[in-house]
């Protein structure tokens, strides 16, 4: 049965689309006089080609507009191999510097840095990790905050061991050891110690009730930072009152809207922590809706330290975390640049600025 010829131009079962009719390899070694073996073989970069015949292949590639299959060449063994980066959401400045760390790296090292998210979507998820196996890619940075549990260690589990049936590894990134899964890398900075820290500069100020926004009950992220918090507290022999630790999506607007009713109350907290600095933006718009002074009346703190926030009127005290660092530690375990230690944990440090003086 003959195809319509309005069909699409691909192949049934398989990624990607079918081959162009433009020049192929056969084409190329027949216009240079030599077999399609050899300049195969110049095109690999083996050095058992005489330089004249490298010469000729190469013109003739030229004349004939030929492109080589650089994927092809990488599911063979061959030619550069790509470093995927993926996330959660690219969010901001935060996932930025995180890729560009890894880019460095990949970059340094002949490969190319391919960046995705999944939008917490699992059969996405799985279909990119496919792919990327598929596609022999040399190592996959899997990056931010994820949901806890089984199912997702699970998941883990199964994307390092088809990682390695390639010869690549699986790292992640910003992301907390797995203590089922020692064999998995990761690279994390200290969201604990940060958020601690800050508290103790909070609470040395004088500040007693102190309220967190942005908790998540099942993120590794908001946890670690919900954690810190808590631990913040018992230091200065702070009771946690659960009125004051608040639920809200990472994002501007939900925490403006979250912040409203906590401190429109006469028993409004004299500061609050964000999970990010972006929460914390919604703190201070919400503060400002109610006629409230930062810091006067309310102090506010963030996490991450992304680009302007010293230019915010007052400026952001803030935790710096080292994303870049990430990124670059990341990328050099999963491509076998540094010795597999396990996990490794960057320090992050309080920037104290005119919100939280």
């Known amino acids: 049965m003959t195809a319509p010829t309005n069909a ?6 398989t990624r990607g689309p079918a081959p162009t009719s433009g020049a192929n390899l056969r084409d190329v070694a027949a216009r240079a006089g030599v077999s399609t073996s050899t300049a195969s073989r ?9 330089p004249d015949t490298r010469e000729r ?4 590639a030229e004349e004939l507009g030929y492109v080589v299959n650089g994927l092809a060449q990488a599911m063979m063994g061959r030619g550069r191999r790509s470093v995927a980066f993926l996330a959660t959401h690219m969010i901001g400045a935060t996932f930025a510097a995180m ?25 996405r998820e799985r279909d990119l990790m496919e792919t990327l196996r598929e596609q022999r890619a040399a190592a996959v940075l899997f ?25 690549a590894r699986l790292v992640l990134c910003g992301h907390p050891a797995i203590p089922a899964l020692p064999n998995v890398l990761s690279v ?20 007693r009730r102190i309220a967190f926004i942005g908790t998540h009950p ?19 022999g702070l009771a946690i009152d659960p009125s ?13 809207h979250a912040s409203l009713e906590l401190l429109r109350g006469s028993d409004r907290p004299t500061a609050v922590v964000g999970v990010t600095d972006g929460v914390a933006i919604g703190v201070y718009r919400a503060a400002r809706s109610l006629g409230l002074a930062i810091p006067a009346d309310v102090a506010v703190v963030g996490f991450d330290d992304a680009p302007h926030m010293v230019d915010l009127t007052p400026s952001l005290t803030t935790i710096r975390a080292p994303f870049w660092e990430v990124g670059v530690r990341g990328a050099r375990l999963a491509l076998g640049l540094d010795e597999a230690t396990g996990h490794v944990e960057l320090p992050s440090r309080l920037v104290a600025r005119e919100s939280a003086p």
């Open 8 to 13: 699409p131009n691909r192949r049934r079962g």
């Open 42 to 50: 110049v095109f690999a970069g083996s050095p058992l080609v005489r």
């Open 57 to 60: 292949v190469l013109a003739a």
């Open 99 to 123: 890729a560009a760390g890894a880019e460095s790296v990949a970059a340094d090292q002949g490969n190319l840095l391919i960046v995705s998210s999944t939008g917490d979507d699992v059969a």
């Open 143 to 167: 990056a931010g905050s994820t949901a806890t549990g089984v199912e997702f260690e699970r998941r883990i589990a199964e994307y390092a061991h088809d990682l390695e049936t390639i010869g």
């Open 188 to 207: 994390d900075y200290d969201q604990v110690g940060g958020v601690r820290t800050a508290m103790k500069h909070l609470t040395s100020a004088g500040h």
């Open 218 to 236: 099942n993120k590794t992220s908001p946890l670690q930072r919900l954690r810190g918090y808590e631990l913040g507290l018992r230091d200065a």
């Open 244 to 256: 004051l630790v608040i639920e809200c999506a990472n994002e501007t607007e939900a925490a403006a």
